[in-house]
């Protein structure tokens, strides 16, 4: 992790600041905007990642500093189970009895000290205590101060419940699971695949593209990249996808730039494997933006192909158009249409293929996404499974016989994934699961005994995603 810019800018030169001035010193940008953003996260349910990038965009952050900001940021989302856990040790009061805006900071100190080796201790809680100043706290400035010093002085004393004793109080506090999702975890996997698919839950994921096969192959690619990206390496399933690794700046990257690759996590990129779009086909992409999967797509139908993009968002639908218009790519329409509701008049009809990349709770991508697991509730995935059924009734009616149907979430839940499958195959004849011999032979690795692909972030390094292919009667 870049270590943190604590001082004055570089070059800068100023004498030594007294006792009393020291105290009403600002506090690092890259703090202050991590405490901002934490903040509207919690009480706005707001996207890290967007709020992070807009904050960024308001910023004269350089770049070590974001990179600091960041790693505060979805660290502390990462690890909030655990920091509360050791809060909890410390403080004369509940957690839930102190101000949203405090509990941030306590939370954002708390990380500092219990993961950031290059911060040391006395300055995450002279940092913390600062920021608190600076947004308007200054009464809670002596809590801060004495909670975040007493956590350092006993980090190393505080036990946590161990996997053996306590399994889910485990997976809560050590790993920093909400409740609820480590109840799930542990009665569909058991202790020990819970607490590993927790622990890749909290790594960092690695960067991985996909690279246009309309304008490069795989290999060439690799080429172009790798001097920039020396960890570099081709994913182990998808065709076209490259590993960059933990580091570099890939959408600025000259080779992102000309349209010679899109970022893509490898699981995300099978999806489009098992749909196994051919060239001069029409093929429907139902919850299109941002539009990763969709350019995948109209790269392997090629300029004799088509593909229909739809979104609820007219302003995510922007950036379809924009990838695609990067890539190269004159094949794609975008349309603004809520897919739940029925789509004869759509340009196209009926598709040779379709694409029903649901919304859905997100459990599969919690490493990369780590504000997922406090925005989504117990009841979430119950009720997203009603729109993906409805989003697959829309999808069904409009796919010409003996077409193909690939339904995909980037979730973990049962009642998302086989639930919804199954409900579909009951209303009645005509759709099918396809056969597993007449799937991609490079994804029978991982598809489990009825088809259905099926990755994991502790097992594959890739998010966690589920997808099946359907197939229409002719």
Known sequence: ??????????????????????????????????????ERVERAHAFADLTLQAAFARSELGARDRAFATELVYGTLRWRGRLDHGLRHVLE????????????????????????DSVPASAAVDQTVRSARALGAERATGLVNAVLRKLAQQAGAIPLPTLADQPQAHLEHALGLPGWIAARWL????????????????????????????????????ARVVERFPAARPCAFAPDGIVLGHGGAPASDPAFVEGLFSVQDEASQLVVELLAPEPGERILDVCAAPGTKTTAIAERVGATGLVVALDRSAQRLTLVGRAARRLGLDNVTALARDATQPLGDVPGVPFDRVLVDAPCSGLGTLRRNPDARWRICAEDPGRLAEVQAALLASARSVLRPGGTLVYSTCTLSREENDDVVAALLARGPGLRRARA??????????????????????RHDMDGFFAVRLEQSA
């Open 437 to 458: 011999d007449a799937l991609p032979a490079a994804l029978r690795p991982l598809l489990d005994a009825e088809g259905a692909l099926r990755t994991w972030p502790h």
């Open 93 to 116: 009061r509940e957690l839930a009895a102190l101000e949203p805006g405090v509990l941030t900071l306590l939370r954002l100190g708390a990380y500092q000290i219990l993961f950031c």
């Open 187 to 222: 009665a569909a996997l058991g202790p020990e695949q819970a607490a590993a698919l927790a622990a890749a839950s909290n790594a960092t994921p690695p960067v991985t593209a996909r690279a246009n096969r309309t304008r490069i192959t795989r290999e060439a690619l690799l």
């Open 1 to 38: 992790m870049p270590r943190p810019i604590e001082g004055r800018r570089r070059g800068a030169s100023r004498p030594p600041l007294g006792l009393a001035a020291r105290r009403h010193a600002a506090p690092t940008q890259a703090r202050l905007l991590a405490a901002r953003v934490l």
